[in-house]
């Protein structure tokens, strides 16, 4: 089964600064799709970046921007210029090719930013 | 243009009650499911639909039930509630395999 594994409970980042959330992935399959979603304390969750496996080029979204490893199953997120706003839960997830049922989650990270 | 719609936001259960969460999309997606966020433990899948009339399980089903008659609406079945099914709940949708997630507000649900 896949698992997504992400290994900073908590990060924090002075406002203005540039911070990289971490999330590793175990799978055998060479298609899938990796996504980032933000979680604020509103609770509402909210799509930040996506990314297809089959693609060389990390996507980017405005400040938002993954360094996909293929090889390393590793999916980062730089956030740049960070904001007061950017402070959430940040969700690391894994779908698979089957792609219907099998959306898997990390266990989150809790970032801070500091004014 | 709603999207995924979620009620109640909040509800307490005593234990061995029983009750419906109910979860209605306009965006006429087939795919819809169910997580349950614990703290610390990130989203686990319950229930998933790929079409009405079709559902299956996801990682965490037991002490849940679903049913999916229609397009539009997913409700997710608390039979005799425990203080383990405390959680927040979040229904999602989507039109098509790889696509984003959806999701609805939660509900947060307190059983004593």
């Not at chain 1, 970046?49 to 390393?72: D, L, P």
């Not at chain 1, 266990?107 to 004014?115: D, F, H, I, Q, R």
């Amino acid at each position: 089964a896949q698992t997504v594994t992400q290994s900073q409970p908590e990060m924090s980042v002075q406002e203005a600064e540039t911070v990289t959330l971490s999330c590793t992935y175990d799978t055998s399959e060479s298609d899938y799709y990796l996504f980032w979603y933000k979680q604020p304390p509103s609770r509402q969750m909210i799509l930040v970046i996506r990314q297809e496996a089959y693609k060389q080029q990390n996507a980017t979204e405005n400040r938002f921007s993954v360094n996909f490893q293929k090889a390393a199953k590793s999916f980062s997120l730089k956030i740049s210029d960070s904001q007061l706003g950017d402070a959430a839960m940040y969700f690391c997830a894994y779908d698979t090719q089957g792609g219907s049922e099998k959306l898997v989650f990390g266990k989150g990270t809790k970032l801070t930013v500091n004014p | 243009n709603a999207g995924v719609t979620q009620t109640p936001k909040f509800r307490i259960l005593k234990i061995g009650q029983s009750m419906t969460l109910q979860c209605t999309q306009d965006m006429n997606h087939n795919y819809m499911y169910w997580y349950r966020q614990d703290p610390g433990m990130g989203l686990k899948l319950i229930y998933y639909s790929v079409g009405a009339g079709i559902t299956d399980k996801g990682e965490v089903p037991n002490g849940y039930n679903v049913s999916r008659s229609t397009t539009e609406d997913f409700p997710l079945r608390l039979e005799l509630a425990a203080p383990s099914q405390t959680s927040v709940y979040f229904c999602a949708s989507r039109g098509q395999t790889y696509s984003p997630l959806h999701f609805g507000n939660g509900t947060r649900l307190t059983v004593t």
